[in-house]
């Protein structure tokens, strides 16, 4: 059974800084890797996604790794905003082809 | 174009009493799953479909939830003698194909069951 896990649950730092979300998963038997954010009250958004043979994906000012053989994948947010603090989530897409979500960890970037 | 659509967006119960919640997809998307988030829980899967196959209702956390999918498109979820465990916030997501593409997702719908 695949089980993800994000740790810290919550982080707080200054504006400006480049940051590393953290992502672990127990089965590595997997099609893909997808972040999200959510923002309080809203749904899910859609930030990146990785399949099974690719290393990384970029968009803007974040990048996404995956390493499958470890069952790791970080998300690096570059000169940090206001803007970003939100809650983080990653899930793991398997052979059942539902996704497996982490619990998240909540993001304050203070101005 | 238009994202997924969910309703209500909250929803007030007496315990015992049925509720019925909608998701409408993002046209053309094959797949839509069910979830549930309750406060300081992660995201909980209750039911996925892809086109004309069986759904996999594994996530389903008693027969007092159903769910159906008409014509490929429009999801009901239905949860029958509601009971205060099930106070959470159900959220709906379509993907375009069945692996491999991103899941967008409903603003989801908060129900409260007194």
């Known amino acids: 059974k695949q089980e993800v896990t994000q740790i810290p649950a919550a982080l707080s730092v200054p504006e400006g800084e480049n940051l590393v979300l953290n992502c672990s998963f127990t089965d590595s038997a997997i099609y893909n890797l997808q972040w999200f954010r959510q923002d309080p009250g809203k749904g899910l958004t859609s930030l990146l996604l990785i399949q099974s043979s690719q290393r990384e994906q970029t968009s803007g000012r974040l990048n996404a790794s995956l390493d499958k053989s470890s069952g790791r994948s970080t998300l690096y947010i570059a000169a940090s905003q206001p803007g970003d603090s939100a809650t983080y989530l990653c899930a793991a897409q398997g052979g059942s082809e539902k996704l497996v979500f982490g619990k998240g960890m909540k993001l304050t970037v203070n101005p | 174009g238009a994202g997924v659509s969910q309703s209500p967006s909250n929803k007030v119960t007496e315990k015992g009493k049925d509720v019925e919640l909608r998701c409408d997809p993002i046209s053309g998307h094959t797949a839509l799953y069910w979830y549930r988030q309750s406060l300081g829980q992660g995201l909980e899967f209750l039911i996925y479909f892809q086109g004309n196959s069986a759904p996999d209702k594994s996530g389903l956390p008693s027969d007092r939830f159903s769910a159906e999918r008409t014509g490929g498109s429009v999801s009901t979820l239905t949860i029958q003698r509601t009971q205060q465990e099930d106070s959470a916030v159900y959220l709906c997501?379509?993907?375009?194909?069945?692996?491999?593409?991103?899941?967008?997702f409903g603003n989801g719908t908060r129900l409260t069951v007194t």
């Open positions: 997501a379509s993907s375009r194909d069945r692996v491999n593409s991103p899941l967008h």
